[in-house]
């Protein structure tokens, strides 16, 4: 008996274990958490969500009943690139973007089971309420030279708003986010518009061109006006000094009149005044000056004889 009494601990752990096992699950932060009962219903009153507090942890069931566990955490996927036509009958290709998580265990488990069977759900969906929401609209609210023009945001809500709408209500999930990733044009649209935004550019040009050509005449004609305005005044101020040295030459030459001989060594002193004022050359014939010989020959003495 004693040889086997450890093997027969060992049984007895190993089925505490089991049995541990069979009626212990746990709650992580991040789950979701429903208990099914034999009959594969759910007990309503084994639903946890490990976010709320209290929820996580340990938890017990009966070793028939099943545990069910979704990741509540946010999941997202892309759209196919799909070419969708506009209200203005062009086409267009999109790739949306979705983000969703799991809102109601109960809901989803009794709708579509597991996450990949859900996302499935939320493509199909999406895609129809995708098609429909941008068939109200025209090319130029996804693509404008205009930023103003452009709808994307709007149509992002009024998508996400219709998804929502199904999977809240139908399948327990909840869209966090729906907006578009990428948007493009068939090989034969892109050149149309291609057309379309030149010519849109050219009016642009063209009205910039225009203004540019009236903002240059206007500053043309201003500044013609100014140099006739600075001209006139600049010769009126030159007439009026012109008259004034006039009447001050006529009263002068009317003084030089009274005694020419001296007005004219004056005017030979002034003369000298302004040309010796700086280095200069004066050359002086002797023959004409007797004061200037005797700068040339030096002083003589009388001879006795004389």
């Not at 007895?12 to 594969?40: A, F, I, K, N, Q």
């Not at 265990?105 to 499935?120: L, M, P, Q």
């Not at 050149?191 to 030149?198: A, D, H, N, Q, S």
Request: charged share 30%.
């Amino acid at each position: 008996m004693k040889k086997h009494m450890g093997l027969i601990v060992l049984a007895v752990l190993v089925v505490l274990g089991l049995l541990t096992y069979m009626v212990s699950y746990r709650v992580e932060s991040t789950d979701l958490s429903l208990v099914l009962t034999l009959g594969g219903k759910v007990d309503r009153s084994a639903v946890y969500d490990g976010r709320l507090p209290g929820q996580a942890g340990l938890k017990f069931k009966w070793p028939w009943m099943k545990h069910v566990h979704y990741d509540a955490r946010v999941f997202q996927f892309e759209d196919t690139l799909s070419e969708i036509q506009t209200r203005d009958e062009q086409n267009i290709l999109i790739t949306v973007f979705c983000q969703w998580q799991v809102a109601d265990a109960v809901r989803f488990y009794a709708k579509t089971k597991s996450i990949a069977s859900a996302e499935g759900n939320i493509r199909r969906t999406l895609r129809s309420i995708k098609g429909g929401v941008m068939g109200r609209y025209d090319m130029e609210d996804f693509i404008n030279t205009d930023p103003s023009r452009m709808k994307i945001t709007q149509i992002e809500e009024e998508i996400g708003d219709g998804l929502r709408e199904v999977m809240d209500e139908t399948y327990g999930v909840r869209i966090v986010m729906v907006g578009v990733k990428a948007l493009g044009l068939p090989e034969s649209v892109t050149e149309t518009v291609i057309e379309v935004m030149k010519e849109d550019r050219q009016e642009e040009i063209e009205m910039y061109d225009a203004d540019g050509k009236a903002m240059a005449e206007a500053i043309k004609s201003r500044a013609k006006s100014d140099s006739d305005t600075i001209l006139a005044f600049a010769l009126f101020t030159a007439e009026n000094i012109k008259t004034e040295g006039y009447g001050q030459a006529a009263r002068r030459y009317e003084q030089y009149g009274q005694d020419p001989e001296f007005a004219m060594f004056l005017r030979s002193l002034e003369s000298l005044r302004r040309e010796l004022a700086s280095q200069t050359v004066i050359l002086l014939d002797g023959s004409k000056i007797e004061a200037v010989k005797f700068f040339q020959k030096g002083p003589a003495v009388p001879s006795k004889g004389r």
